[in-house]
């Protein structure tokens, strides 16, 4: 799957490999990790998946899926976090928000809140 890299990202979030002109405010971390999702609306789900992480930052993530996923709708995440290699200690990091840009198979979302949940196992049932 491609990964999205430089100041055309679709995320809108500086990328901390980005030149130091680069005028957007908060820094985006490259991290792979497996997730679900859940699109809503109305109150219903209208459609799940799988993807894996490309980059995130305090207020947005960039993921790519097997499909290209809608613009502007409700979305919850539940990303398979890293946890301590010592533990065995599932750790989950819940997000909801919407789905603010798409280019093929990225969808950009913007988090409106999120939760770190341990111990419950990995699944989009345990969404928020």
């Known amino acids: 799957m491609p990964v999205a890299k430089g100041p055309e990202d679709v995320t809108g979030f ?9 005028r957007r405010l908060v820094c985006r971390y490259p991290v792979r990790m497996e997730l679900e999702y859940r ?42 976090w890293l946890g301590r290699p010592s533990s065995n200690v599932n750790v989950e990091l819940h997000v909801a928000g919407w789905t603010v840009r798409q280019n093929g198979n990225l969808t950009a979302v913007a988090i409106d809140s999120h939760e770190f949940r341990m111990g419950r196992g990995a699944g989009i049932q345990h969404c928020p």
């Not at 609306?41 to 499909?67: A, C, D, M, P, Q």
């Open 14 to 22: 500086q990328d901390s490999s980005q030149p130091a002109g680069e």
């Open 39 to 80: 699109l809503i609306t109305g109150g219903e789900t209208i459609g799940t998946g799988r993807g894996r992480t490309v980059n995130i930052s305090s207020r947005g993530i960039l993921f790519e899926s097997e499909k290209a996923l809608p613009q502007q709708m409700i979305i919850q995440l539940c990303v398979d």
